[in-house]
């Protein structure tokens, strides 16, 4: 069965600190796709990446980056110089063609000034 | 391009009232559709979704109920909501693989 936990409940930094979002997966699937949705106080979800299990290959955008390794079955999302917008709970997902997403428990960040 | 939208966006509604939420896809065909629900300071839970018109499979036994009655339109429902209703309600839609999923604005319920 499909599993998402992102240990991490809450973290606080101060702006321009550094900060990586745990994310550890579980499936029985060889393929497979990753996700991480930022979700403002707005509420909506806010696409960030998709990454498929075929792909271990690092992301960077910007001052966001992700590290997948199927090794220990981590997706980290790292936020690089931190700023006060990047204050969101983050989700972590999986899902599996034909079958549901999963996401983790979501992480909240605070940023502070 | 897809769009997809829910109203109303805020709802306050007293226990034992009826509900009915609303969600509708623009630009795709035979979406599979999702409802999800976020209690305060919680995740998103799973609560139902449909492959088709008339399909709905349930994920959580509650009183909420789902519809499907046409293509690209999606209800949640209630006949009398509970306080434990409250929460953050966001509609979903894929594409047939259900591989990757596109949220609506959400619904923020509120029962008093």
């Known amino acids: 069965a499909q599993k998402v936990t992102q240990a991490q409940t809450e973290i606080s930094v101060v702006e321009k600190e550094d900060v990586t979002l745990d994310c550890v997966y579980e499936?029985?699937?060889?393929?497979?796709?990753l996700f991480w949705y930022k979700q403002p106080p707005s509420g909506e979800l806010v696409f960030l990446i998709r990454?498929?299990?075929?792909?271990?290959q690092n992301e960077i955008s910007g001052r966001y980056s992700w590290n997948f390794q199927k090794s220990t079955s981590s997706f980290n999302f790292t936020i690089t110089a931190s700023q006060v917008v990047d204050s969101a709970v983050y989700f972590c997902?999986?899902?599996?063609?034909?079958?549901?997403?999963?996401f983790g428990a979501g992480t909240r960040l605070t940023v502070k000034p | 391009s897809q769009t997809i939208h829910q109203w109303p966006a805020t709802l306050v509604q007293p226990v034992g009232s009826p509900l009915s939420l609303e969600c509708t896809v623009e630009?795709?065909?035979?979406?599979?559709l999702y409802w999800y629900r976020q209690a305060a300071g919680r995740g998103l839970q799973l609560l139902f979704y449909?492959?088709?018109?008339?399909?709905i499979s349930s994920e959580v036994p509650q009183n909420l109920s789902a519809s499907r009655p046409q293509d690209r339109q999606f209800i949640l429902s209630s006949k009398k909501l509970l306080l434990s209703d409250s929460g953050f309600y966001l509609c979903?839609?894929?594409?047939?693989?259900?591989?990757?999923?596109?949220f609506g604005p959400g619904t923020r319920l509120t029962v008093t």
């Open positions: 979903a839609w894929s594409d047939i693989t259900g591989v990757e999923q596109y």
């Open positions: 499936t029985r699937d060889t393929t497979y796709y």
């Open positions: 990454r498929n299990s075929f792909d271990e």
């Open positions: 997902a999986l899902s599996e063609p034909w079958g549901d997403m999963r």
């Open positions: 630009g795709t065909s035979n979406p599979n």
């Open positions: 449909s492959v088709g018109i008339g399909q």
